[in-house]
């Protein structure tokens, strides 16, 4: 088992939902957490949570989008703790449209985030974690990745792009840099990705869909990659897909 006490942890989208979640479940577990997001106000929320819980927390106010805001997050926790062991890629939305109602405008800001912001924050993370010859990078797609769903064309074609890289950089770092990837797979989660859904009818669905199911917990993916995190050093949990049990599709 891999002990992640005094360990450092980087969390993007950490002002809510999952992110916030995950930085408690890590930060729980001994590790020392950078708490990114736009939303600086709900990162010291949480920053002030994680402290009354006896943990650690680092506010750093990112945008994904912009690499020079990653480089410049990535920058102040490495100062401040001098290396970064664990990154969560968590920053993601999802605008649920029909393709024929072309709001090209949320297509873009899916890929902006969802793929790009991902890479952006890996290629900032990547090479302190190359120099450590250790880390562990966590990816965090969906159902959607492995699954097309209507009304969540685009969203899928991001999911099903971070499955991919997740695979490939795991191959690519995990022999040669002793860097392990793993890429978590949820689906029916109760967070605010809903909220940024703007066709009437979606809204609809996903909150009839809510009252036909126990959606997971922010909390429930937090102890998923806090599991992972865990595993002994020999050990890549490359996937986990991770369902509410009365989830059937």
Known sequence: ???????????????????AATALKLAEAGAKV????RRTGKLEGLQKEIASRGGEALVIEMDVVDPASVEAGVKKLVGAYGSIDILVNNAGLMPLSDVDQFKVDEWHRMVDVNVKGLLNTTA?????????????????SSIAGRKVFKGLSVYCATKHAVAAFSDGLRMEVGQKHNIRVTCIQPGAVATELYDHITQPG??????????????LQGEDIGDTIVFAAQAPAHVNVAELFVLPVEQGW
């Open 1 to 19: 088992m891999t002990n992640i006490n005094g360990k450092i942890a980087l969390v993007t989208g950490a002002s809510s939902g999952i992110g």
């Open 34 to 37: 950078g708490i990114a997001a």
């Open 124 to 140: 900032a993370v990547l090479p302190q974690m190359i120099n450590q010859h250790s880390g562990h990078i966590f990816n965090m």
């Open 202 to 215: 979606y809204i609809k669905q996903m909150d009839d869909l809510a009252k036909q199911m126990t959606f």
